[in-house]
């Protein structure tokens, strides 16, 4: 099945970009610095290089008016200004144990697993198969980030 992965838009961050760290923590944001492994970044979705500037921010990510809604922190990089979209696994997801929690239209959760993202096309496949599923929210499992949408393409 065709599908698309679509990282965060950079527009609800933008305003944060720059700002001193008092000024950030009164948005519950902090910045890091990318060390060398362990941030992988939501809107270009992409491991950061170390010594970038990343924000650490809460995002809703799911805002359906549900049980199911939610939201947690995630990783953007200062400046960031395009969106990742593709047809494809990106490396950021592919070398990651991922959740992948399939949604219907009106937010209600349908399916959920857990699958090495190498693996993560079968497992992409199998939910959008389901004519229930609208959507698919990938999140990287150990931490249990979110890290993209999945579309039927």
Known sequence: MRFRITGVSPEPFEHLYGLSEAELA???????????SGFPER???RDATPGESLLLVNFEHQDADTPF????AIYVREGATETWTGDHVPQVMRKRLLSLRAFSADGMLVDADVIDGADAESLIDRQLGNPHVAYIHAHYARPGCYAARIDRA
Request: aromatic share 6%; proline share 0%; hydrophobic share 40%.
């Open 43 to 45: 809107i270009e979705l």
């Open 26 to 36: 009164a948005y519950r944001a902090r910045r890091v610095i990318a060390g060398e």
């Open 69 to 72: 809604r939610s939201s947690h």
